[in-house]
């Protein structure tokens, strides 16, 4: 095991180097100065020169790219462009926000999914399923740009339920911090939510054609015990495999709850930089998620082995 | 197996986005341990500090000392440092944190502020500021003519300074007291004052300069010596200003100023969240309103909008460079002729701001409400003049910024109404970074679609813009007697004169020879909930939130 992690760690480092290559060389390639975009209204050739200066960015590319490269081995990401804040220090201010969005969504759309989903299995055809249904379609189709502001004019316009925006943290006051997560957690997890009925309702029914419950009914189980310990335990395989593939979604649907509801997550940062070409900030969100996902594949293949013994990576080739 | 896979995966990966993230350096945004509150000051005495206007206050409501408003702000502050400061939407901040030398009044008037008064000597090269006594930093430390110096100095030597060009006239500052500064000048420069006003006039403490180092320009606390103090600054999120008790301002009466105790700014992009936000009580103030959403906030009966003409301009910007179709400059002039003004203000601004022609607005003491050369739209003299240029119809492309639905719909007007003429303009979509570059670069084949926020004196309208090689000047126009006479009115000493050679490049550059097509002068907006009072907008749009208060 440990043969095979050093291996694939080793693997690691050239793949590594090409994700550098590529998030460096993927924003130089776009059209735009950052220079010139963050410049506002002073266009001093002089001036706008010395900022070019100050940033490297005067030098020729292969020369900006190994500065950028050696400080990143060393853990320092620069300074953004547009806020001159450093950039790891933007990012890890930001990530909470992010963070405590996307569980929110997610818990939502697991738990609201799974209960609706179930009722709407037990209640086929009822008006319950049609209601349901009918959400999970909407849910689908409707874009979050949408549902956001849509559920902005209602809860904080017209009913005055919620605030229409803003982050206020956890740590510092937990009841203003769910006032303002509502909102933007309904939107985010409204797709995913819809899809999550939809797979435990069509499992749940698919699960109850099966012999074993119609066994398990036959020797005189209560109908409570057939659904939780038989039907939703088999049922929610499916599920959560789904599940575990919303969370990249998520991520990628906070970018735009984010900038409906001011949220000041990650998100947030990448979109403003990216308009921008604030080249620090996106050079460095791109390789973090690039080898967050690296990292995150050895740990599986870790876990994988010792969930399961017959999976044996000193026979690996 | 593949999907477990890949499930594990996902979850890992934000976790290790965590991890990997937290070696690059954690948050701060908390003022500096270190410093504290400056001592308190005795007021200054009555008569000494300009008195502020305070506007009528609703009837009904009794206005009360204290209290927090939340202003909604169309941007995230970018730097707290006035000698970086390249947004305008920054200086939304900077007004309420700094002091700066001189400043106007609602009416456009330079007025002391941190200079109680100044003497030009008669070449009109040396400039002795009289400084305020007493006055003390947020963080303890004294304001005076050595700070002056130091501020001055800083921004106009330092390699990334971005008050470095507005500066350029200044050839240094002497300390001849305590209380006294004189400014050398390399040649008479008339517009210094309305310089001094803003970012390049602004006074921030040494010590916390140097205390901050690189990292001031984001955490610039107790740095200003002005009404509020800023305490917190989340970025993206919100920004905290509280009450500087020992501020020297008062208002008409000789009550202390600032009322309120704290400000809460807070970024929203979004005009229609800003907006939401004052309707369900978010938020108090705002002073960027949508045009679309004027006539709604006008009737709503919890809001109060106010708006007086702005210094802001719209125009389209030709490329005059050789090569170029409009190096032709009878072209430019046709479009301004096709150009209905009042219907764009109508249709695409919904009937915010007036009919403009040029660079000089209703708040410059160098406007002339009669100077109306393209009051009606011709498009067959427009047709004439295309034809006698002869080289057949006019296309061009037209680059417009995307991702803004309303500057799109402007185009199509303005495209419509070119068509008239039988000038066809294409209309092509750019991200504002490139459209930027473009421009910078000279290289855009027809024009761009780029305002102006505008400057309380003409000449940071106008100078920049119409003068050989200036940096804004990306039509690339040169006209020897514009820059003659733009010169002329900074050398002068009296607003007669100033205006007069105003008014002569004005003729040239927007009528006989013109550098772009102007259309429109913005406003300048204040809308805050009726809860507000003691506050009106400013021509150039910046709140002075020391004198607003809130009702009980």
């Not at chain 1, 179930?118 to 740009?145: E, H, K, M, Q, Y």
Request: glycine share 8%.
């Amino acid at each position: 095991m440990t043969r095979y992690i050093i291996r694939r760690v080793v693997l690691m480092v050239p793949v590594a180097f090409l994700v550098t290559v590529i998030a460096f060389g993927l924003l130089r390639l776009a059209p735009g100065d950052p220079v010139l975009t963050f410049s506002g209204d002073v266009r001093d050739p002089e001036i706008l020169n010395a900022m070019r200066h100050s940033l490297g960015l005067d030098q020729p590319l292969p020369v900006q790219y190994v500065a950028w490269l050696g400080r990143t081995v060393q853990g320092d990401f620069g300074r953004s462009i547009r806020t001159h804040q450093r950039v790891g220090e933007a990012i890890v201010e930001r990530l909470p926000a992010t963070l405590e969005l996307t569980g929110a969504a997610l818990l939502f759309s697991v738990t609201v999914g799974l209960i609706v989903g179930t009722l709407s299995a037990l209640n086929r055809n009822s008006a319950l399923d049609l209601l349901a249904t009918s959400l999970t379609i909407a849910g689908v189709s409707i874009p979050n740009f949408f549902l956001g502001v849509m559920l902005i004019l209602i809860f904080s316009l017209l009913l005055r339920v919620f605030p229409p925006g803003g982050y206020a943290p956890l740590i510092d006051d937990p009841l203003e911090n769910l006032r303002r997560i509502v909102l933007p957690a309904l939107t985010l997890s409204a797709a995913t939510l819809a899809v999550n009925m939809r797979q435990v309702r069509s499992s749940l029914l698919d699960v109850f054609s099966q012999d074993y419950i119609r066994t398990a009914r036959a020797k005189g189980l209560g109908e409570n015990a057939v659904i939780v310990k038989h039907a939703l335990k088999n049922g929610l395989i499916p599920v959560v495999t789904i599940v575990g593939l919303q969370v990249g979604a998520l991520i990628e649907g906070a970018i735009i709850t984010e900038q409906i509801f001011f949220w000041p997550g990650v998100g947030k940062l990448v979109v403003d930089s990216l308009l921008g070409r604030d080249y620090p900030v996106v050079q460095a969100t791109v390789l973090i998620s690039a080898l967050s996902y690296m990292l995150s594949t050895l740990l599986v293949d870790i876990v994988y082995g010792w969930l399961d013994p017959r999976i044996s990576y000193s026979k690996a080739r | 197996m593949t999907t477990r896979r890949e499930f594990l995966t996902s979850l890992l990966s934000a976790g290790a986005m965590g991890l990997i993230v937290a070696c690059g350096g954690g948050a701060a945004n908390q003022p500096p341990a270190s410093a504290t509150n400056p001592p308190a000051q005795p007021a200054a005495p009555a008569g000494a500090a300009p008195t502020q206007a305070a506007p009528a206050q609703a009837a009904g409501k009794a206005a009360a000392a204290g209290g927090t408003l939340t202003f909604v702000l169309e941007n995230d502050v970018i730097d707290f440092d006035p000698m970086l400061s390249r947004a305008f939407v920054d200086r939304n901040a900077h007004y309420q944190i700094y002091d700066s030398l001189v400043r106007v009044d609602p009416t456009g008037k330079i007025i002391p502020w941190l200079a109680e008064k100044w003497d030009t000597s008669t070449d009109g090269k040396q400039v002795t500021f009289t400084l305020r006594k007493n006055v003390k930093y947020h963080d303890g430390t004294v304001f005076d003519a050595e700070s002056v110096k130091w501020n001055i100095d800083r921004y106009r030597t330092t390699d990334a300074s971005a008050r470095k060009g507005e500066l350029a006239p200044v050839a240094g500052v002497d300390v001849v007291d305590a209380s006294t500064a004189r400014f050398n000048l390399q040649t008479p420069f008339s517009p210094l004052y309305s310089l001094l006003v803003d970012r390049a006039g602004m006074m921030v403490s040494r010590k916390a300069v140097e205390a901050a180092g690189e990292d001031f320009t984001r955490k610039a606390f107790k740095a200003g010596t002005g009404p509020f103090v800023l305490t917190e600054a989340v970025k993206d999120d919100h920004i905290t200003l509280e009450k500087n008790p020992d501020w020297w301002g008062q208002d008409n009466a000789g009550n202390k100023l600032p009322r309120l105790d704290k400000i809460i700014i807070r970024p929203i992009t979004n005009s229609d969240v800003r907006l939401t936000n004052l309707r369900t009580g978010d938020a108090q103030f705002a002073n960027n309103i949508a045009p679309k959403d004027v006539a709604t906030v006008k009737n709503d009966s919890t809001l109060a909008y106010k708006e007086i003409p702005g210094l802001s301009y719209g125009s389209l910007v030709p490329n005059r460079k050789e090569g170029f179709v409009f190096n032709e400059g009878r072209y430019v002039k046709a479009i301004s002729m096709a150009l209905d003004r009042q219907e764009l203000i109508d249709k695409a601004f919904f009937g915010v701001g007036t009919v403009g022609y040029g660079t000089i607005a209703h708040a410059h003491f160098a406007f002339d409400a009669n100077f109306k050369p393209f009051e009606k739209p011709d498009p067959e003299a427009a047709k004439a003049l295309v034809s006698a240029v002869g080289k057949g119809p006019l296309s061009f492309e037209f680059l417009v910024p995307s991702g803004d639905p309303a500057l799109l719909q402007q185009a199509q007007l303005i495209q419509a109404q070119l068509r008239k003429a039988d000038i066809d303009a294409q209309i092509a979509q750019l991200e504002f970074a490139q459209i930027l570059k473009q421009q910078s670069d000279h290289v855009f084949k027809g024009i761009t679609y780029v305002g102006w926020s505008g400057r309380i004196d003409p000449d940071g309208n106008t100078y920049d813009f119409n003068y050989t090689g200036r940096p804004l000047n990306d039509s690339s126009y040169s006209n020897p007697d514009v820059d003659k006479l733009l010169d002329e009115q900074r050398a002068a000493s009296d607003e007669a004169t100033r205006k007069t050679a105003l008014r002569k490049a004005e003729q040239i550059f927007v009528v006989d020879d013109p550098s772009r097509a102007w259309f429109r002068f913005g406003v300048a907006q204040q809308l805050t909930s009726t809860k507000v009072q003691g506050l009106a907008p400013y021509a150039d749009q910046i709140p002075r939130l020391q004198l607003a208060s809130l009702a009980k």
